[in-house]
Structure formats: structure tokens, C-alpha cells
């Protein structure tokens, strides 16, 4: 299924093929990562709720936005009950630690900063889910291919609550981030997780 060109544009770059192949082999981590995901994506929003709340445009869509996380996080959590699969601890990839290495520590700058790095993981996250839904089973395959449309429609909004947040053009910042991702992306990865690089 084909991304939206604003998600094509984004990115920096394509998945590797390598990542793509072992996902189809692990599919019961990458499930249980996904989950996890799921859970930081909300606790993400809500902790932006409680931190900038005069910033009413951020308030509506974060709390938008966590909802649909958790909504997420549930149909995931059915799956792996369908599926006799132990919902089990495991650890958290490089990546989203790797994006916010490099968030600002000053304010507006680091919820510019923040925002960016939320834009980024869930445009990842959709061309992840477009590369990979044709690769699995039926069931999978309906469930990521639903989750694209919100994923995409998250991606947007942290990318304009992003420039609002600026006051200004964050072209320059935003490639600093891409720069940062694409390295995460394509260099070899010794655990294997949802926006996990090149395993090895």
C-alpha cells in the first residue's frame, strides 16, 4: 500500500529489506513491542497534556491522540490473547532514546524538539506497517493496514503543532532529526524491535 508523499518526503529513508525479513520470523516480539509502543505513545501525549497546558491546539489533539493510542493498544493486547501469546517484558529498542538524544533542553525549543521526534516515530511506524501488512497473515496483515490512516493523521499533527510551537520555519531542526533517524534506521541493530535498525 502506498504512504502519503508527505510521509515518502519525510523520511529519510526506506526500511531495509533485512529488517523486513526478520520481521516476518519474529513476529511474536515484534507484537509485543508493538504494544509497547502503543502504551509510550499514549503516556507521550499525556504527559505533553500535563506539561503544556495553556496550548490549547496541543491539548485537543494530544488528548485525541492518546485515546486512539490506547484504543491501539487494546486491539494489539486481543491479538496476542487470540493468538496464546504471554504479554511479557521486554526491553525498549535504541531508537526513540536515540531521537531524543538530541531534544533541546530549553523551552520552546524542547517542545519543538519533542514534537519532531513524535512525527518521526509515527511516520516510521506507518511506512513499517505499508512494508510489512502484505507479508503476514490475513488477520495482521487487515490490522496494520487499519492503523495507517491514524498513524498518518498523528504524523501530521505533531508535525504542525511542531511549526506552530516555532513561530518559525524548522526545516534545518527537522533534518537534524531525519540525519539522526536515518542512522538509527540503517545501521546494524543487535536487538530486534518495532523501529529497530539492521539486525545482526
Given amino acids: 500500500m502506498r504512504l502519503t508523499s508527505a510521509i515518502d518526503d519525510f523520511l529519510p529513508c526506506k526500511t531495509p529489506e533485512a529488517w523486513l525479513s526478520r520481521a516476518v520470523k519474529e513476529q511474536e516480539v515484534l507484537l509485543i513491542d508493538y504494544a509497547n509502543c502503543e502504551k509510550k505513545a ?3 501525549a499525556l504527559n505533553l497534556l500535563y506539561r503544556y497546558t495553556t496550548n490549547s491546539r496541543l491539548l485537543q489533539k494530544m488528548s485525541r491522540l492518546a ?7 487494546e486491539q494489539v493486547a486481543a491479538i496476542l490473547d487470540r493468538r496464546e501469546i504471554e ?6 529498542s535504541r531508537y526513540a532514546s536515540g531521537l531524543h538524544e538530541l531534544v533541546r533542553k ?30 503476514l497473515d490475513k488477520e495482521l496483515e ?11 493523521r498523528h504524523f501530521e499533527d505533531y508535525l504542525k503543532l511542531a511549526g506552530r510551537a516555532a513561530g518559525s520555519n524548522i526545516d534545518a ?17 543487535t536487538e530486534f524491535r518495532f523501529h529497530s535498525g539492521v539486525p545482526v
Avoid: N, W
Avoid at 485515546?67 to 493498544?73: A, D, I, T
Avoid at 513499517?128 to 501488512?133: D, G, M, V
Avoid at 487487515?142 to 498518518?152: D, T, V
Fill in 142 to 152: 487487515i490490522f496494520y493496514l487499519s492503523l495507517l490512516k491514524s498513524e498518518a
Fill in 173 to 189: 531542526r527537522i533534518d537534524d532529526f531525519r540525519q539522526r533517524e536515518k542512522e538509527l534506521i540503517e545501521s546494524a541493530d
Fill in 106 to 135: 530549553s523551552e520552546p525549543d524542547k517542545l519543538v524538539d519533542t514534537l519532531i521526534v513524535g512525527a518521526l516515530i509515527e511516520a516510521r511506524s506507518c511506512e513499517r506497517f505499508a512494508a510489512l501488512a502484505p507479508m
Fill in 87 to 92: 504479554y511479557r517484558q521486554i526491553s525498549a
Fill in 42 to 44: 499514549a503516556s507521550t
Fill in 67 to 73: 485515546r486512539e493510542e490506547l484504543r491501539h493498544f
